[in-house]
């Protein structure tokens, strides 16, 4: 599962915006809103969170889950080593915030 920090998060990573997130993912920003506003799991139908699961996959998202392999543990993101700044390009600018290269 997803939590709504998880998704803030990855969205920062990515450099893009709810309406960004909405147009990858296939769902309204009222819903990608309500996502990143919930409490702490993310709720919502098994096939909204899927696309949402799916889309920040694809856009370069690795979703960390709790106990998972790490220094102190807990939930997390982090870029894929394969991401590509141009699968989430758009309208969003990200290549012009950083600069191209497809990271800092």
Known sequence: MIT????R???ALLGIDQRR????SGLSV????RMEASGAMIRGNVDSLMK???ALEDAGIE???EGATSQTGGR???LKAEFNFARTSGSSGVESRFGGRGGA
Request: glycine share 8%.
């Open 4 to 7: 709504a920090p998880q998704l």
């Open 9 to 11: 998060a990855a969205r």
């Open 21 to 24: 997130l909405a147009e990858l």
């Open 30 to 33: 009222p819903t990608i809103q």
């Open 52 to 54: 949402l699961i799916s």
């Open 63 to 65: 979703l960390i889950g």
């Open 76 to 78: 997390g993101v982090r």
